[in-house]
């Protein structure tokens, strides 16, 4: 079976005794994209990752990737992934370049190539001189790109990053976060990502599906998901105000909601353009003016809440944990 | 477009294999147990139990294959396997195109080499305690290529669990399934023969624990055969003053290993006699007492077979045994067996001595006891089996 897509899937499922991890997926994702896939802890991104990888059967469904499927045709799917998975899985007791080494010769490569990739990917990734370092030695941020390392020495046309910064410092996050932009934008990789930040899939993801409970429950461009569920946030800060200017405030098109807290006026609106131009309007009529305004425009993680009734808006800390 | 391409296995096997060897001198914590324990039960075994092992048993040889056992069942790495699966490692192997079996069998080249290595290192012990093979450095090249023969063949089963529950704890335990083969067979349980058992558990006893007191001294022997009320004690005589090699020696004298204790010149079987003083009094109180004769069997510990036989077809038996040697045999002295219970079963198929009417198997229990008695034996190798009177040495 081939298809035009990078990854596609039809009804792809699977169960653990009667719990179904993932519960019937349909995706569709198109050569040179980077999905970002999203979802809370037990959703089932991991194991959509590990079927895509052909490290585990699906039970129901279809699944190719790379044109091939992961069920009646692995080998040809493994020559065309790379795979950086969850844990970055390194032998310790391996130097770094013991490690590529192994790495290319599994995927087949030899003499000249192999020498010439290991040294593209690993100024790629900025491992440096410590690639001839024991990796039990690397710091984590050095074992995840080392991990990405090898999951590129072969050039693969799809790219399976499975929450590829967590545990990471800032730092190191924002380097892996640039490294991926670049294997997309330069070498034109499909990357699939899965993730817990809502910070990560924004900045790199041309389109995002949220799973909750094995099932996807929405999928589009991060754009379009906030446009989905959420309205502007226009927070206006207006000393002395009176309740007519409230009861203004409200009487006016496209206004959800008010709530007043001191002198800040917090309006929820779906066109927040056409309200803060017609409130600054009728100031200056009045010969007044507001302190300070903000527009605040939806976020993911309004997105996140609307579709699985829970707060994610988790971002790594500097100490590598969720906030 | 990936660069990616499939190899062939044996590129395959020696890259995974690279990395298994590569890691061995990067653990030597995994590597020293291994090779201490062996040595050490090699040494501890000799010193404490080569005293009360049976007479003729050459036991350092013996011992040696006992300590390769065990170097060779512990030496397994697959706890390298749970590491790397819990690390991830195996995974990320396992989604590259690789083959399945070369990717096993890469891992497994490392415990190969270490069961090499661990043999050879207690062979050279055994050498440095009188050990040594008279088939010269082909017997010492086949000793070892079982060894790592076996070492593979051990070794799958641990990475099997290492593979199918990922937990050290059960990678560690597996070693207890080989553990009957770390000793002689005979001194495993055999719940259908509780004599023999108890006759096991009485040879194998230290002399001063036995309950019956200790064998006499060969110039005292002499007197207390004569007490014996059977006509079998003339050969037993004859036979208790030959040598010969006991059956727990088998393993180490098929890789013709030899130690200090000398062969006799005759080759005899391993069911050759003679059967220790304890079996000699078995059979004659049950002979006394019950009108039955306590069949024999040299390759027990005991001597003893666990059973008995109505004493009239024990003799009608080993009277037709004698008669078909002494008229039948061919012009070597020998006459198959098979021969033997042919006649055996024309002569006493319908006879009330034998109301069930089978006699193949009272003819082998009879001749294996009378094996045993040193009355006669059994041609080694011999296919279809051959016998003949017990031959002097």
């Known amino acids: 079976m081939t298809t035009t897509g990078a990854i596609t899937t039809r009804s792809l499922a699977r169960a653990f005794g009667e719990h179904r991890a993932v519960d019937g997926i349909d995706l569709d994702i198109a050569p040179g994209e980077i999905y970002g896939f999203l979802g809370p802890n037990g959703a089932g991104k991991s194991t959509t990752v590990r079927m895509l990888c052909t490290l585990l059967a699906p039970t129901e469904g279809t699944a190719t990737v790379a044109g091939h499927d992961v069920a009646t045709h692995p080998h040809d799917v493994r020559l065309r992934i790379g795979v950086a998975l969850q844990e970055a899985g390194l032998s310790a007791r391996q130097t770094g370049r013991e490690t590529m080494e192994l790495q290319a010769k599994m995927y087949g490569l030899r003499g000249d190539t192999l020498t010439r990739r290991i040294d593209e990917v690993v100024d790629f990734v900025g491992i440096g001189d410590a690639i001839d370092d024991m990796v039990a030695t690397y710091s984590g941020g050095m074992k995840r790109r080392l991990d990405l390392a090898t999951a590129l020495v072969h050039e693969p046309e799809i790219v399976f990053l499975d929450e590829p910064t967590t545990g990471l410092d800032p730092d190191s996050r924002q380097r892996v976060w640039h490294e991926v932009r670049r294997l997309n934008t330069e070498l034109g990789v499909t990357i699939f990502l899965t993730t817990q930040y809502l910070e990560e899939a924004d900045q790199l993801a041309d389109r995002i599906g949220i799973i909750t409970k094995g099932r996807l429950a929405i999928e589009g461009t991060p754009d379009d998901l906030k446009r989905r569920v959420g309205a502007d946030t226009v927070t206006i800060d207006l000393p002395d105000h009176a309740p007519d200017d409230v009861d203004h405030i409200n009487q006016l098109d496209h206004v959800e909601n008010t709530t007043v807290d001191g002198d800040q006026i917090t309006i929820t609106t779906t066109s927040s353009t056409a309200v803060i131009t017609t409130i600054l309007s009728r100031l200056a009529n009045q010969n007044r003016q507001a302190a300070s305004f903000a527009v605040r425009g939806p976020s993911l993680d309004d997105v996140f809440l609307e579709v699985t009734g829970n707060r994610l808006g988790t971002t790594p800390t500097a100490s590598g944990e969720d906030s | ?393």
């Open chain 2, 1 to 393: 477009m990936s660069l990616a391409e499939p190899s062939g296995f044996v590129r395959d096997f020696t890259t995974v294999a690279g990395r298994a060897l590569r890691s061995i001198p990067r653990e030597p914590e995994a590597i020293m147990p291994s090779l201490i324990i062996p040595i050490f039960w090699y040494v501890i075994n000799i010193g404490t139990l080569q005293d009360i092992a049976p007479s003729g048993v050459d036991f350092k040889s013996f011992q040696i294959a006992t300590a390769i056992i065990f170097a060779v069942s512990g030496v397994s790495r697959a706890n390298t396997v749970v590491t790397d699966i819990q690390s991830g490692y195996l995974d990320k192997m396992l989604v590259t195109p690789i083959r399945r079996a070369a990717l096993l069998l890469g891992m497994m080249a490392a415990d190969v080499v270490l069961v090499v290595v661990l043999a050879t290192l207690v062979v050279v012990m055994g050498f440095i305690l009188g050990v040594g093979f008279t088939t010269g450095i082909a017997g010492f090249l086949t000793f070892i290529a079982i060894a790592a023969a076996w070492g593979l063949a051990f070794t799958g089963f641990p990475y099997f669990v290492a593979l199918k529950t990922g937990n050290p704890a059960a990678v560690n335990s597996t070693f207890l399934i080989f553990f009957p083969v770390r000793v002689p067979h005979q001194h495993l349980p055999a719940p259908r023969r509780p004599v023999v058992l108890a006759a096991e558990r009485c040879a194998l006893q230290p002399r001063h624990l036995r309950p019956r007191r200790a064998p006499l001294p060969a110039n005292q022997r002499m007197g207390r055969h004569r007490t014996r009320p059977s006509s079998d004690r003339d050969r037993h005589l004859r036979c208790d003053h030959l040598h010969y090699v006991l059956p727990s020696a088998r393993a180490t004298r098929r890789h013709r290993l030899t130690g200090s204790t000398p062969v006799a010149d005759i080759e005899r079987d391993e069911h050759a006699g003679p059967v220790p003083d304890s079996a000699w009094d078995a059979d004659a109180e049950a002979r006394a007492d019950k009108g039955r004769v306590e069949i024999f069997n040299a390759t027990r510990p005991g001597g003893l077979d666990g059973w008995t036989m109505d004493q009239d077809q024990y003799e009608a038996v080993r009277e037709l045994i004698f008669e078909m040697i002494d008229d039948h045999a061919d012009d070597d002295g020998t006459i198959r067996l098979q021969t033997v219970v042919d006649e055996a079963q024309d002569r006493y198929g319908n006879h009330e001595l034998f109301p069930k009417g089978r006699l193949t198997n009272y003819v082998r229990y009879t001749k294996t006891d009378m094996e045993a008695r040193c009355e006669i034996e059994r041609i080694p190798r011999s296919s279809p089996q051959r016998i003949t009177r017990w031959r002097d040495a």
